[in-house]
C-alpha cells in the first residue's frame, strides 16, 4: 500500500521535475559543444558581464538592505509624523516595473531631460562645463532597480520585526541597551532569515533584469545571453551563459541557507502585547519621516507624476476598447498564476515540512531556482519541450489513428502560465517558508496529541497564522506577473496582449510618452493589491495583540 | 483563502486553456510580426475591412518569433512573417520556415534587390541610415563615407546606438561586404574610438543628444529621424531641426540601405490569405501610408515619398543584395565584439 508520505513526496519530485524542465533543457545544450563561439565570448565580452554582474548585485544589496531595513524598522518599531501613512505608501514602488522607471528617470535627468536643460538654463554651462551623474550607467541601474526591489527587504523584514514578541526586545532594554543597539544586536539578528530571503529575492530578480540595462547599455549576462542567442545565433554558446548566471544564482542560494544552518528562528512564546512603538520627535521624527519619504518620492511619486504629465500633454493613447481588453488580459493572467503559485507552494511547503528527506529537500531548492533565470531563457526553455510534445504527439496520433492534433500546448496560455510558475514560485515558496518557519513543530505535536489529524491541524492552526503569508504570497506573484515582459512577449498567443508588452513596445520605439498610459495603469492596478498587502500585515500585527 | 474555491479556480484555468473555438468557416490568416503592432496593426484592420479576412496577430523580436517558428515545426499556426530587416528575412529562409510564393498579376512593381529571387519573401516598405550632422558644427564638405568616420578629426563626436542592434549590425554586415573583413576591423577600433559616450538608447536618443551638443554626428535611421521633424511634441521637433542629413558613399557604393517585409511560413495553412495580405501591404493605399505615416521609403519605386523624405533629396543606395546582410550578420557581430563596440 503506497502511504501518504510517498505520494506526497513523489508529488513534489515531480513538480518539481517539471517545473525544472526549462532549465534542463538549457543545460542540456552545455553537452553540445559550442567551441568557438564560446571562445570568442571568453575572449571578448565575457569578463565583462561577470564584472558588471557582480558590480550591479553589490551596488543593488546596498541599496534595497538600506533602504528596505531602514524603512521597515522605522515604521514598525517607531512613531514619527506620518509613519502611519509611510506603512502603506512604501509599497508603493513595487508596482513600477524597473524597465519603466528607467526610462522615465532617463528622461528626467538625461542630458537632453528638463532636469539638466534647466541647469543649463540657469548657469549658462554647456556640455562638458559641469558634472551631473550619469543617470544610464551601472551605478544609475543600482539605483532603479533598488528603488523598485526594496520593497521585497522592506515587506519580509516589516514582517519578521512585527512579529517579535515584545518581551525580547524589552529584555534587551531592560539590560541596558539602548534602542539603537537593541536593534542591531537583537532585532537585527532575530530577523536574519526574514530579511536574508528580502535580499535573495532581491538579487535573483536583478540578475534577471533585461530591459533596465539595455537600456541603460550595461552589459551582462541577460543582455549577453540575448546577443548571443539572436546576434551571434548560437543556441548553445547563450545556453553556456545561462549556465554561468544560474551558477552566480546557485552560490547565492547556498550562502542564504548555509547563513541559518541548523538554527531555529521559532517565536518562543506567544504572548505579544501591542507593539509599543518608541516615539521620536524633535529632528529625530523629522529625521525619519524625511528618510521615508525620500524614498516614496524617488521610488514612486515623482516617475508616476512624469508619466501622469507625459499621458496629460502628448500621449496618443485613447482608453478604447482595445485598451479594456488589454487591462482584462493582464489581471487575468496575473491572477490565474498567483492561485497557481500559492497552490503549489504550499503543496511544496507542506511536503517539506512535514515528509522532508534529501530528495525533497532537493527537488524545492531546485523548483525554487527559475527566478534568476531570465524570463526569454525560461520562455525558449518552455517553447522547446512544449513543441517537441505537441509536434510528438501529432505524429504519433498520425500514425496510429490518422488524426492531427496540431499544437495543443504551444502558442496557448498554458504554455505562457507554466513559464510564470517556473519563474515566480520563488516568490511564493520563500514567503509561504518563512511564515511555516514561524510555526513551531511543536504546535503540530500538541495538535495531534488533542486528537485532531492533519488536514484540521492545518486548517484551524496553521492557516489563522500563516494568513499573512499566504496573502503577501498571492499578492507579490500577482504584482510580479503583472509587470513580467519577456517571457509575455515570446509565449503569448494570437490577439493577446498584455499591458506590460504595450507599454515596451511603445517605450522601447522611443515613444515614452505614448507608453505612459499603460504604464500608468500597470501601477494603478498594482497599486490595489500592494495596499491590501499592507493593510493585511498592519491586521495580523493587531490580531496577534490579543 | 478557502480551499473550496479551488475547483473554481481550476474550472477557470480550463477554460482559459481550451483553444477558442472560432467558427472554422471564417476566413483567417495568422501574422507573427517583428515590427509593433501600432505600426502594423492600422493596415491590418483596413486589409479586414476590405476583404473580410480575419488578422491574428502576433508581435514579438524579430528572433524569438524566428525560434517560436522553428520549434513549432509543421504544426506552426503561423502564415506570414513580418519582419524589420533584411538579415532575419535571410535568417528566416536559411532555416527552412518559409516556402516561396509567387506574387500574381505584375510580379516587378519592385526592384530585384528588394525581395528574394526564389520569392521566400518580399520587402515591404525601405529606410536608409544616413549620417546626421549638426548644422552649425560640421560643413557637409567634411563628410563623405562610413569608412571616413573612423578617422581621429572626429574624435568624440559621434553618437551611435548599441551594436545589439539589428539595424548597426546590418551596417556593419554591408561594409563587410563591400571591404573585407580585416579593413572593417580596423574602421571599427577607430570609430569606438571616435564615440562621444558609451552607446546608450536608441536611435532617437542620438538625434536628441546630438541636438543638446553631446556629439556633431548622430547615425540613425531615417524614419524616426522623419517622426522626430514631424511630431507633435515640440521638444523633439526642436531637437530634430538642429540636424541635417548626409548620405554617405554617393560617389562610391551608395547609402546603407535595408527593409522591412515578409515572408510566406512552410507551415502556412491559410497560403492564399497570406499572399493577398502581401498584395495589399503592397497596393497603393499600404504604399502610401508607409510613406506618409510611418515616414518610410515606399518599395515600389512609383509611390511618392512625403514631404519631409523629399526635403532630403534624391540618393543612390547601396545595391548590395539584402540577403547578404544575413549571410554576414555573425561575422559583424563577432567583429562589433572584438573592436570594443558595446
Not at chain 1, 26 to 47: D, R, Y
Not at chain 1, 320 to 339: C, P, T, Y
Not at chain 1, 357 to 370: E, F, P, T
Request: charged content about 15%; some cysteine.
Amino acid at each position: 500500500m503506497i502511504s501518504g508520505t510517498s505520494v506526497w513526496r513523489g508529488g513534489v519530485v515531480l513538480i518539481a521535475s517539471l517545473l525544472a524542465m526549462p532549465v534542463i533543457v538549457i543545460l542540456g545544450f552545455l553537452l553540445v559543444p559550442a567551441g568557438e563561439v564560446w571562445h570568442h565570448l571568453v575572449s571578448t565580452v565575457l569578463p565583462d558581464y561577470v564584472k558588471n554582474s557582480l558590480l550591479l548585485m553589490l551596488g543593488v544589496s546596498i541599496g534595497v538592505l538600506i533602504l528596505g531595513v531602514g524603512s521597515a524598522w522605522l515604521t514598525s518599531m517607531c512613531r514619527f509624523p506620518g509613519s502611519r501613512l509611510f506603512e502603506w505608501s512604501l509599497l508603493l514602488p513595487m508596482a513600477m516595473p524597473a524597465y519603466i522607471i528607467a526610462y522615465t528617470y532617463t528622461g528626467l535627468f538625461d542630458f537632453a531631460g528638463p532636469a539638466q536643460s534647466l541647469l543649463r538654463e540657469w548657469t549658462g554651462w554647456s556640455y562638458g562645463d559641469y558634472w551631473f551623474p550619469e543617470i544610464r550607467s551601472l551605478e544609475g541601474a543600482a539605483v532603479m532597480l533598488s528603488l523598485v526591489l526594496f520593497p521585497y527587504v522592506y515587506l519580509l523584514s516589516r514582517a519578521a520585526f512585527l512579529g517579535q514578541s515584545l518581551c525580547v526586545l524589552d529584555v534587551s532594554r531592560t539590560l541596558g541597551n539602548g534602542p539603537w543597539r537593541t536593534f542591531f544586536t537583537v532585532a537585527l539578528p532575530l530577523a536574519r532569515p526574514a530579511i536574508v530571503a528580502g535580499l535573495s529575492l532581491a538579487l535573483m530578480e536583478t540578475l534577471a533584469d533585461y530591459g533596465t540595462v539595455q537600456y541603460f547599455g550595461v552589459a551582462t549576462f541577460t543582455t549577453g545571453i540575448f546577443r548571443t542567442w539572436f546576434g551571434l545565433d548560437s543556441t548553445a554558446a547563450a545556453a553556456q551563459l545561462s549556465a554561468v548566471l544560474l551558477l552566480f544564482v546557485f552560490v547565492l542560494v547556498v550562502l542564504e541557507r548555509s547563513s541559518r544552518r541548523s538554527a531555529r528562528y521559532h517565536h518562543t512564546s506567544q504572548r505579544h502585547q501591542v507593539l509599543r512603538r518608541y516615539p521620536l520627535a524633535g529632528w529625530r521624527g523629522a529625521g525619519a519621516a524625511l528618510f521615508c519619504f525620500g524614498i516614496l518620492f524617488f521610488g514612486f511619486l515623482l516617475p508616476a507624476g512624469q508619466l501622469l504629465i507625459w499621458d496629460v500633454t502628448t500621449a496618443d493613447e485613447r482608453l478604447d476598447a482595445q485598451f479594456l481588453s488589454l487591462v482584462w488580459h493582464s489581471l487575468e493572467l496575473a491572477g490565474i498564476a498567483s492561485l497557481l503559485a500559492l497552490a503549489l507552494a504550499l503543496f511544496l511547503g507542506y511536503g517539506r515540512r512535514l515528509h522532508g528527506n534529501w530528495a525533497v529537500q532537493l527537488a524545492v531548492r531546485i523548483a525554487g531556482m527559475g527566478y534568476a533565470v531570465p524570463g526569454t531563457v525560461i520562455a525558449v526553455g518552455v517553447m522547446i519541450p512544449f513543441a517537441a510534445f505537441d509536434n510528438g504527439l501529432d505524429a504519433w496520433m498520425r500514425s496510429q489513428f490518422g488524426l492531427s492534433t496540431g499544437l495543443l500546448l504551444s502558442g496557448t496560455l498554458a504554455a505562457l502560465l507554466f513559464a510564470y510558475l517556473v519563474r515566480f514560485l520563488a516568490v511564493s515558496l520563500q514567503t509561504v517558508e518563512a511564515g511555516l518557519a514561524k510555526i513551531r513543530p511543536s504546535m503540530d505535536e500538541v495538535s495531534r496529541s488533542m486528537g485532531t489529524g492533519g488536514a484540521e491541524t492545518v486548517r484551524r492552526v496553521h492557516v489563522p497564522m500563516l494568513k499573512g503569508s499566504l496573502v503577501t504570497a498571492l499578492l507579490l506573484v500577482f504584482v510580479d506577473v503583472l509587470k513580467e515582459l519577456p517571457a509575455t512577449l515570446i509565449l503569448r498567443p494570437f490577439n493577446f496582449n498584455t499591458l506590460a508588452v504595450r507599454a515596451y513596445e511603445l517605450a522601447s520605439d522611443e515613444r515614452l510618452a505614448d507608453a505612459s498610459l499603460a504604464s500608468l495603469t500597470i501601477v494603478a492596478v498594482g497599486i490595489v493589491p500592494v495596499i491590501l498587502l499592507s493593510r493585511s500585515i498592519g491586521r495580523s500585527r493587531h490580531e496577534q495583540a490579543t | 483563502m478557502r480551499i473550496g474555491h479551488l475547483p473554481l479556480g481550476l474550472l477557470l484555468i480550463v477554460s482559459l486553456c481550451l483553444p477558442p473555438l472560432g467558427s472554422a468557416a471564417e476566413e483567417e490568416v495568422n501574422v507573427y510580426s517583428a515590427r509593433k503592432e501600432n505600426l502594423i496593426k492600422p493596415l491590418l484592420d483596413r486589409f479586414t475591412e476590405e476583404t473580410g479576412i480575419q488578422v491574428n496577430l502576433v508581435t514579438g523580436k524579430a528572433d524569438a518569433l524566428l525560434k517560436r517558428l522553428q520549434s513549432e515545426g509543421k504544426n506552426s499556426p503561423a502564415d506570414l512573417l513580418i519582419t524589420t530587416d533584411a538579415g532575419r528575412l535571410h535568417r528566416a529562409k536559411a532555416s527552412g520556415v518559409t516556402q516561396a510564393t509567387r506574387l500574381p498579376g505584375d510580379d516587378e512593381r519592385m526592384a530585384g534587390m528588394f525581395r528574394d529571387p526564389e520569392g521566400h519573401w518580399y520587402g515591404l516598405s525601405l529606410r536608409a541610415r544616413p549620417i546626421l550632422y549638426v548644422r552649425d558644427k560640421v560643413a557637409p564638405a567634411e563628410l563623405s563615407t562610413y569608412e571616413a568616420l573612423a578617422d581621429p578629426q572626429w574624435k568624440k563626436r559621434i553618437c551611435i546606438r548599441s551594436s545589439d542592434n539589428i539595424y548597426n549590425q546590418s551596417l556593419v554586415a554591408s561594409m563587410i561586404a563591400a571591404d573585407g573583413s580585416e579593413k572593417v576591423e580596423a574602421w571599427a577600433k577607430g570609430f569606438v574610438g571616435n564615440f562621444a559616450r558609451p552607446p546608450r538608447g536608441g536611435d532617437r536618443d542620438q538625434i536628441k543628444a546630438a541636438a543638446a551638443g553631446v556629439c556633431d554626428i548622430a547615425i540613425a535611421n531615417t524614419y524616426y529621424f522623419a517622426a522626430m521633424i514631424d511630431s507633435k511634441d515640440q521638444a523633439q521637433r526642436a531637437a530634430a531641426a538642429k540636424l541635417r542629413v548626409f548620405w554617405p558613399d554617393q560617389a562610391g557604393r551608395g547609402t546603407h540601405v535595408n527593409i522591412s517585409g515578409a515572408a510566406v511560413t512552410h507551415s502556412a495553412r491559410n497560403r492564399d490569405n497570406a499572399i493577398r495580405l502581401i498584395m495589399f501591404l503592397l497596393n497603393d493605399e499600404s504604399q502610401q501610408w508607409y510613406a506618409d505615416i510611418n515616414g518610410e521609403y515606399p518599395v515600389r519605386p512609383d509611390i511618392p515619398v512625403n514631404p519631409t523624405l523629399e526635403g532630403w533629396g534624391n540618393f543612390r543606395m547601396d545595391t548590395l543584395n539584402l540577403d547578404r546582410l544575413g549571410e554576414l550578420n555573425p561575422d559583424a557581430v563577432r567583429l562589433m565584439d572584438r573592436a570594443g563596440w558595446k
